[in-house]
């Protein structure tokens, strides 16, 4: 499927995964508060949530950060795409 260029189930639930857990994260309570203060500020918290042996905080993988981004951004082209924001 994803070869005819279309999104296999499990990208797109890990997707819908991703954007939910950011809706949750910063009280988005409707697509005005998709910000992005509001994705910095999630994506930057990532980074408190992780913590090494020692206790210290670390840092998720920045490709955990990118696939989170990525998803969000995707998210929002597609509200804009269907009408739902305007840019």
């Known amino acids: 499927a994803e070869q005819d260029g279309e ?3 499990f990208y797109l639930s890990e997707k819908r995964r991703i954007v939910r857990l950011i809706v ?3 009280g988005m309570e409707a697509l005005a508060d998709l910000t992005h203060e509001a ?3 999630y994506l930057t918290g990532t980074k408190k949530q992780r913590r090494l042996k020692s206790g210290k905080p670390a840092a998720p993988a ?3 950060r990118k696939k989170h981004l990525t998803a969000i951004h995707s998210f929002a082209e597609w509200c804009e795409k ?3 924001v305007e840019r």
């Open 39 to 41: 994705v910095d500020a």
């Open 24 to 26: 949750a994260e910063t």
């Open 82 to 84: 269907k009408d739902r």
């Open 62 to 64: 920045a490709a955990t």
């Open 7 to 9: 999104l296999g189930p």
